[in-house]
């Protein structure tokens, strides 16, 4: 079988597989999961197959004609394009995808809307697939798309709750935002390059025999941009991200580790030679990387819930692959990518783990179950090894992926032109550099604190007051322990803990492949050096000791006063189950975590007053809301009034006037002959005197 038709069913099957689930789900419910996870792997095997026969050689390129435009230059063709990046990125997506699926039949292995759910999540990975070996701008933006709708049911698969509900909307609103631009920045590249084939746009923009320069550069670039920071949540289009927390676990994994978020990136390491035709353009992803990585790690320090540290993570961690972007090294971008899509989902799906065996999300309460790591040893040992990834502790795949990144930056500051067609700003360079090394200190932080709190907690007993909280929204067997031991509470499916091992192989290893990836990319070498090294390893080493600190400091102290909360999730209940419960019963048992006064948690410790607005966001929820949420809907109340109240209103006076008439015609309809000649004789008077008064002249 060609390399061509191979290439052609990475995508394909996965889409086949949702397609035949959304049809047999109800009628053979036996085949779901088979249909679930089958064409998923078989999608994993021809996707490593096409990238062990591209092989890094050259570009691999082929196209047949989808519908014309009306434009002879500007057809829609159905194209693909495998180079090193593509391959790799594929095979970490269906590789991810598969594990995801297979997680999925123990986690959700009750839940009645399994079908669909699977079905669903079979459909985003091909649209992701589609987006990464797509060599058509307008194919592209359909597997875009696909995506935005596949995370909108997604996020919204427990849509029993509000925060379910409200997250799936918000989501897709809000990279619908970016979406807009993107459309017209696609349109305007294609207008000017002639072209929606992203290899021919690259190629006239880097070849110097071709001459060719787009005419608005930094609007194209930046249209495009604002659906990129929508897509892969960076700042300020990033708070979609942290709610769609309320989705399932395995959920998140896919959205952080290998599709949605990664499009973004992966799009602008596509298409990095239109970016780097603009100064201005790159000076805005910079900044853009810059606050993400910061902001999103101080917010990282601040959050109670579980999976809203790992969110903001994400966030944090897409924010240097952009930075080495702004940096013009998409080699660097792309290694950091699949790095963190390894790990990440490691992160996410043993976070499942621990919420089934802790019955909650929130890491107050699990410091205060005690024996965690005992209760979920597989999630214990492999969550360790994807935080010391993430927290780029070496030989760990982060550390080399990072220490690439901050290479990139370093390069670019202290020598901008580089070699490069474009010289990037050294500024550029400095802001991207500075603000990685800030956000590896931090990073290291919340990863410590995550770990500490998660699986060191001292076992402290629930107060009465929070115990009896819990007992109207937990089942009386839990709250009724109070530091909700869950002895009974069932083991894991061992599906899952089998996922975690097998990703926690690549999260050690992959790393290693820094020597190898050159040949598949770019060819810059993404070898760490050893000033980004040593800084940026120092910094995270510094990170994690002050964090130890400020984590023993604030047990001490809290050892003498009372707690806050108690586990809420019913004991024994399958994984998706608990992750439901915990959700909808966090803020009820707990409270506003942001707004409690804490005394063992480090984070509050170390953050000080910045803690309250850390929780928060930095409170952008607010100044969307009110600089666009409350004008929208009060224009919407405005129309409203208007339409009720003035329109509706001059419709109802004609209805009411014709029925005024018609109720004084019929009443002059009496039936009497007399009175109808008396009226004649009398209208006929009438006339007869106004004729003769208009023939005087009167």
Not at 586 to 591: K, N, Q
Request: glycine letters at 10%.
């Amino acid at each position: 079988m060609s390399t061509t038709t191979l290439a052609v069913l990475v995508p394909l099957l996965p889409f086949l597989g949702a397609l035949a689930g959304l049809l047999l789900g109800r009628r053979a419910p036996a085949y779901v999961r088979p249909l679930a996870v089958l064409p998923t792997l078989t999608s994993a095997a021809l996707a490593t197959a096409v990238a062990v026969r591209q092989g890094g050689e050259g570009a691999l390129t082929g196209a047949t004609l989808l519908t014309p435009t009306g434009n002879d230059a500007l057809p829609v063709e159905l194209a693909f394009h495998l180079d090193g990046f593509a391959v790799l990125v594929a095979v970490l997506v269906a590789a991810v995808a598969s594990c995801v699926q297979i997680y999925s039949t123990g986690y959700l292995r009750d839940d009645p809307r399994y079908p669909s759910y699977a079905a669903l999540v079979s459909l985003f990975t091909a649209a992701m697939l589609l987006v990464v070996y797509s060599d058509d701008l307008i194919v592209l933006l359909v597997g875009w798309e696909v995506m935005g709708i596949c995370s909108y049911f997604l996020v919204g698969h427990y849509w029993e709750t509000a925060a379910a509900r409200s997250a799936s909307l918000k989501a897709f609103l809000v990279t619908k935002l970016g979406d807009v631009p993107f459309i017209i920045g696609i349109l305007a590249l294609a207008s000017e390059a002639g072209t929606f084939r992203i290899s021919t746009i690259v190629t006239r923009l880097t070849s110097p025999l071709s001459g060719f320069e787009l005419e608005h550069p930094t609007v194209i670039a930046l249209l495009l941009l604002a659906g990129v920071a929508g897509k892969s949540a960076q700042f300020p289009l990033h708070t979609w991200l942290p709610d769609a927390m309320a989705g399932p676990t395995p959920v998140s994994a896919l959205i952080h580790a290998a599709t949605m978020v990664a499009a973004g990136v992966y799009f602008v390491a596509r298409l990095l030679p239109v970016f780097t035709s603009s100064a201005a353009a790159l000076a805005v992803l910079a900044a853009m990387a810059a606050v993400t990585m910061v902001g999103s790690a101080l917010a990282a320090l601040a959050q109670d819930d579980i999976k809203r540290v790992l969110a903001y993570s994400t966030v944090g961690q897409l924010g240097y692959m952009t930075g080495a972007l702004a940096v013009a090294d998409r080699g660097a971008a792309v290694f950091h990518l699949i790095s963190h899509g390894v790990f990440k989902a490691l992160l996410f799906l043993a976070a499942g783990v621990l919420i089934h065996a802790a019955g909650t999300n929130s890491l107050a309460a699990m410091s205060r179950t005690g024996g965690l790591a005992g209760r979920a040893p597989d999630a214990y040992w492999t969550m360790t090894v994807a935080l010391l990834a993430l927290a780029a502790v070496p030989p760990f795949a982060g550390f080399f992926s990072k220490e690439a990144v901050l290479a990139a930056a370093e390069h670019a500051a202290l020598d901008p032109a580089g070699g490069a067609a474009h010289a990037v700003p050294s500024a550029v360079g400095w802001t991207v550099l500075l603000a990685g090394l800030l956000t590896a200190a931090l990073t290291a932080a919340y990863a410590t604190r995550l770990w500490l709190l998660a699986f060191h907690g001292r076992g402290f007993a629930a107060s009465a007051e929070n115990t009896a909280s819990a007992e109207n929204t937990a089942s009386a067997e839990n709250t009724a322990s109070g530091g909700g031991t869950a002895s009974g509470r069932a083991r894991q499916p061992a599906v899952m803990n089998a996922v975690l091992w097998a990703l926690a192989g690549p999260t050690i290893a992959v790393g290693l492949l820094h020597g190898a990836l050159p040949d598949w990319f770019d060819g810059r070498s993404l070898a760490p050096t050893l000033t980004t090294s040593v800084l940026g390893t120092g910094l995270a080493a510094v990170g994690i000791v002050v964090m130890y600190a400020a984590w023993r400091h604030s047990t001490a102290t809290a050892a003498a006063r009372a707690p806050l909360g108690a586990v809420a999730a019913h004991p024994e209940a399958e994984p998706a189950v608990s992750e439901a419960e915990a959700i909808a019963t966090h803020r009820a048992v707990y409270g506003d975590i942001a707004a409690a006064d804490d005394p063992a948690d480090p984070g509050r410790l170390l953050l000080g007053p910045l803690h309250r607005h850390a929780a928060r966001g930095f409170h952008l929820d607010a100044l969307y809301a009110a600089v666009a949420v409350r004008p929208v809907l009060a224009a919407a109340r405005l129309v409203r009034f208007l339409d009720r109240e003035v329109v509706d209103t001059y419709v109802r006076g004609a209805g009411g006037t014709v029925r005024l008439l018609g109720a004084a015609v019929r009443r002059a309809q009496t039936g009497n002959v007399q009175t109808y000649l008396g009226l004649l004789l009398a209208g006929s008077l009438v006339l007869a005197v106004a004729a003769a008064l208009v023939a005087a002249g009167a």
